[in-house]
């Protein structure tokens, strides 16, 4: 087995951005160089550069997350980009949705050994949460899969009017050209492509920002959540 390389100190953008936490944001720094990566979350090749292409990259996407929203993190992983964006704004309320269970242990690890007490873990995929899990203003994504695929589970979790955050590289605007068929047919109404972390990160993060109407998912998804809703109301009564 490869070991694991040793974690570079933080750079001075890391104390500036995550603030009054940044203690937290170290301890996290240090759990995934440690049981991040014996667990097979991250790849010890990627310990050297957690600051700037995990943990930063992932925290300057607060830069587009409107103020006191509700944000759902699909296929969260290890956390990113969920954890650093908690670390930096405690006026969110997250969910990080991951459906394997040995990330969902060390995502809950994570959240209760920090105190991020405006976090939640839930263990599912996307599409079977559908109907139980309360719609949200925002969801947020990190190379879980190709647009299309993601909008699919994504979009499908907003509620309406809301957003899709989706951190991607160099080929995003590719990407979004080839997905917005898909897109439109869930109700997709804008998109655009964001680059964020002026001063902090470099290159600069790139997000895939989709915007729903009032029927997200469209109209298939609109009957698979109220055939959910039914079903979760019809349990609640037995």
Not at 12 to 25: K, N, S, T, Y
Not at 66 to 79: I, N
Not at 204 to 216: A, D, K, M, W
Request: hydrophobic residues 45%.
């Amino acid at each position: 087995m490869t070991e694991a390389a040793e974690l570079p100190q933080a750079p001075a953008e890391a104390q500036a951005v995550f603030g009054e936490l940044f203690p937290e944001a170290v301890r996290y720094a240090e759990l995934l160089a440690d049981a991040g990566v014996k667990r097979g979350l991250i790849g010890p090749r990627e310990v050297p550069r957690l600051w700037e292409r995990h943990l930063l990259n992932c925290a300057v996407l607060s830069e587009v997350v409107p103020e006191g929203v509700t944000v759902c993190d699909v296929g969260s992983g290890a956390g990113l980009p969920g954890i650093p964006l908690a670390l930096v704004r405690p006026d969110l309320k997250i969910t990080l949705l991951e459906p394997l269970l040995r990330r969902t242990n060390f995502l809950q690890e994570v959240v209760e050994l920090l105190g991020l007490d405006h976090v939640t873990v839930v263990r599912g995929r996307a599409e079977e949460v559908l109907g139980t899990l309360q719609p949200v203003h925002v969801v947020t994504a990190r190379a879980v899969a190709p647009l299309d695929r993601l909008a699919g589970w994504g979009v499908p979790l907003l509620k309406p009017y809301g957003e899709m955050l989706a951190l991607k590289g160099d080929t995003a605007e590719e990407e979004l050209n080839g997905a917005r068929a898909a897109l439109s047919k869930l109700g997709v109404l804008e998109t655009e492509v964001l680059h964020v972390g002026e001063g902090v990160v470099d290159p600069l993060s790139t997000v895939v920002r989709v915007v729903v109407g009032e029927s997200p998912g469209g109209v298939r998804f609109a009957a698979k959540r109220a055939k959910a809703a039914r079903t979760g109301r019809t349990r609640r009564r037995r």
